[in-house]
């Protein structure tokens, strides 16, 4: 038999002993010669079951049932924390991996840095290297005894000249891209019509560019303004530069071709050649300090190796981005956007 509540098990067993009450009575009233009539004995047989099924709820109340529930109520407590400290170690894992990934990004990015710098220092080195030892070896010439020389030493003095006027290029152009990163440098942003900044460096460029045949031109000339806020002087600087190498690796008797594209808010502005190209795995570093696309191009054509890098800094100052396209032996092309003035 299956009880639902303490209520009706205490009820079944104060009726038994109701039951058992009753027939006792009738027993010991025989054996005794007690003069008790049926009904008295059953009333006091339902009396004897009322009090113990008040005494069986009671009992069962007071200490059975309370100490049940204490029971339940700890395993439900002992439960929950279960649930809790697998969901507290679940979380905690979580944190633990994702902590691990930061650290591993963060590891790799300073072993990343820490080759950068290896790189970048031994390419200073490099790059300074060649015009010191030039400039010794000129000195030691002299001092050998062609100072005397007057067929010799003049030309020697101005060969030493121009590999100080080299160190002194590269010294420059890295402090302007130190001051660059550190935003030491700020541009004046201004609107400014672009055509006669260019226009004006085409000029500035056009006897380099007739020494290799090039002619440097519009796409299509602009018939109407361009107007973009920028720095006019460092604006200036980065067309210089994209042209000269453009000029410098550009195919003799070719061309330099300069447009623009309208970007709603930005204008593009694209300068192209159809020289020697860049070979695809050399795209992602062709604006990183000192990357030479060949390393046996000869450093006595006047770069420095820092020119791109300098640009993309600028054009980064400006807001905008500047991107490259190139294929080897049909041209590359570099664009770079400005804010449209209104």
Same mark, same amino acid.
């Given at each position: ?19 058992? $009450? ?7 009233? @025989? ?13 006091? $047989?339902?009396?004897? =079951?009322?009090?113990? +099924? ?40 979580? #944190? ?11 590891? /790799? ?34 001092? /050998? ?17 121009? $590999? ?8 420059? /152009?890295?402090? #302007? ?21 260019? *226009?004006?460096?085409? %000029? ?6 007739? *020494? ?6 519009? *796409? ?12 006019? %002087?460092?604006?200036? #600087? ?15 008797? @070719? ?9 709603? +808010? ?7 050649? /159809? @020289? ?48 490259? #396209? $190139?294929?080897?032996?049909? @041209? =590359? ?10």
């Amino acid at each position: 038999m299956k009880f639902t509540s303490v209520k009706e098990l205490g009820f079944i067993i104060s009726l038994v002993l109701g039951i058992l $009450s009753y027939f006792s009575l009738q027993l010991l009233s @025989g054996l005794y010669k007690i003069a008790l009539e049926s009904w008295q004995i059953a009333l006091f $047989s339902v009396v004897i =079951s009322i009090c113990q +099924y008040v005494l069986f709820y009671f009992i069962t109340n007071k200490f059975i049932k309370k100490r049940i529930r204490l029971i339940y109520k700890n395993i439900y407590r002992t439960q929950k924390e279960v649930i809790d400290s697998k969901t507290n170690i679940s979380a905690v894992e979580d #944190q633990v991996n994702a902590w691990a990934e930061d650290t591993k990004s963060e590891l /790799d990015e300073l072993r990343e840095r820490e080759a950068f710098r290896r790189e970048f220092i031994g390419n200073v080195s490099h790059e300074l290297k060649t015009p010191i030892f030039n400039i010794q070896g000129y000195l030691l010439t002299l001092l /050998d005894g062609a100072l005397y020389d007057s067929n010799i030493n003049e030309k020697y003095l101005q060969r030493a000249n121009k $590999s100080v006027d080299r160190m002194i290029h590269i010294v420059q /152009d890295l402090e #302007q891209i130190t001051k660059l990163e550190a935003r030491v440098i700020q541009v004046n942003l201004q609107k400014t019509d672009l055509v006669p900044i260019v *226009k004006e460096v085409m %000029e500035l460029l056009e006897l380099k560019a007739k *020494k290799r045949d090039i002619i440097i031109s519009f *796409k299509k000339e602009p018939i109407y303004p361009i107007y973009v806020e920028c720095d006019t %002087e460092k604006i200036k #600087q980065v067309l210089i530069n994209l042209i000269v190498n453009a000029i410098k690796y550009g195919k003799e008797g @070719g061309q330099v071709r300069i447009a623009f594209e309208d970007m709603d +808010y930005r204008v593009l502005v694209e300068v192209k050649d /159809d @020289g020697v190209g860049i070979a695809e795995e050399h795209l992602p570093r062709i604006f990183e300090r000192f990357y030479r696309v060949s390393k046996s191009r000869s450093r006595d054509d006047g770069g420095t190796g820092l020119g791109l890098s300098i640009v993309k800094h600028l054009i980064e100052a400006h807001g905008g981005m500047i991107n490259v #396209q $190139s294929t080897p032996e049909v @041209g =590359s092309t570099f664009t770079f956007s400005l804010k449209r003035a209104k």
